[in-house]
């Protein structure tokens, strides 16, 4: 079993930044891939970026060059860095963790954490 925690999440104004973090404990071994995906109130719950234990990475077209998806293994902690903030990235953030082998969406998620972005 692998327990993810997030943070970071907040308010701030269109044009800001904000870092997320989410620290994996437990069964850390069978960890794969990490991600973060994000849904807005009414939405489902959509891929924002994810990042292999190799460290290649994959983002949604809408965050391309805005946010950037990194990852410590020695921390098991993988960070979304989010910059030029917009109203519309405003979501509840959610971290996941695949296991070896197997899909982000199949594997352990954390509680969330809300960003709002203000216009």
């Known amino acids: 079993q692998v327990h993810l925690v997030e943070s970071g999440g907040g308010l701030v104004q269109a044009g800001g930044s904000l870092r997320l973090s989410c620290a994996a404990s437990?069964?850390?071994?069978?960890?794969?891939?990490m991600g973060w995906y994000r849904q807005a109130p009414e939405n489902q719950r959509d891929l924002v970026a994810s990042?292999?234990?190799?460290?290649?990475?994959n983002y949604a077209d809408s965050v391309k060059g805005r946010f950037t998806i990194s990852r410590d293994n020695a921390k098991n902690t993988v960070y979304l860095q989010m910059n030029s903030l917009k109203p519309e990235d405003t979501a509840v953030y959610y971290c996941?963790?695949?296991?070896?082998?197997?899909?982000?969406?199949?594997?352990?998620w954390g509680q969330g954490t809300q960003v709002t972005v203000s216009s």
């Open positions: 437990g069964n850390i071994f069978s960890i794969g891939a």
């Open positions: 990042v292999t234990s190799g460290g290649s990475t």
């Open positions: 996941a963790a695949s296991y070896l082998g197997g899909h982000l969406e199949g594997g352990s």
